[in-house]
């Protein structure tokens, strides 16, 4: 693992973790790569998503990493000693009966925090999802912060994190940046749940149920 972790970058955790989380990693054969830029606030995505372990993965990586990135939670999960958990693990709470939306709440998120690196993973589920969500966008785009892609290779057990995208108001062009990443890195476990753009962009067939 090569990465340099900057200063400014949301930090958790310790030089115990931090072994911890590698020797996870290599327990399980997987590596490191990429670069990350030394940025106090970005919106971080990850895909391919087509199983459970792809969050394993994520979190061991992180934890090697010794960074901090939240994700969204609806507020009644953090009722009692797991909301404790959670707040530690980055979540971050989503009132569904605010007028705000998630997008709206998610930017205020980033307001309110000095640092915060949020984790979302655009395809929304690990079934043939037929299209990205394009929260993980207006989020960065409103909060005026990159989206930082990373890639999980499960033929290769390699982690990679992307070139930075700041976000121009473009979605189709700064989509089509993003995409460039993930046409060179990342392979799904269960590629029969592959999303349907990803389908496309790795040459296999989606049909709903993503068969060649």
Request: aromatic share 8%.
């Amino acid at each position: 693992m090569s990465l340099v972790i900057g200063p400014r970058l949301p930090r958790r955790g310790n030089a115990f973790s931090r072994w911890f989380g590698r020797a996870f990693l290599r327990l399980l054969g997987w590596r490191i790569e990429g670069e990350i830029p030394d940025l106090p606030k970005m919106v971080l995505i990850g895909a391919p998503h087509t199983t459970n372990m792809d969050g394993v993965i994520g979190l061991a990586t992180l934890t090697a990493l010794g960074l901090q990135a939240g994700t969204m939670i609806k507020d009644s999960a953090f009722k009692g000693p797991m909301g404790v958990l959670l707040r530690w693990f980055g979540a971050i709470p989503i009132d569904r009966k605010s007028p705000k939306g998630v997008v709206e709440q998610s930017v205020d998120a980033f307001r309110n925090n000095e640092r915060l690196l949020l984790l979302i993973a655009p395809e929304g589920t690990r079934h043939s999802a037929p299209e990205l969500k394009r929260g993980y966008y207006h989020i960065a785009l409103g909060a005026g912060v990159p989206v930082l892609p990373a890639a999980a290779d499960y033929k290769h057990k390699l982690v990679t994190f992307g070139p930075a995208v700041l976000p121009s108001g473009d979605y189709a062009a700064d989509l089509a940046k993003l995409m460039q990443f993930y046409s060179g890195h990342g392979w799904p476990k269960h590629p029969q749940r592959l999303s349907k753009p990803f389908c496309e962009l790795h040459g296999l067939r989606w049909n709903g149920r993503n068969r060649r």
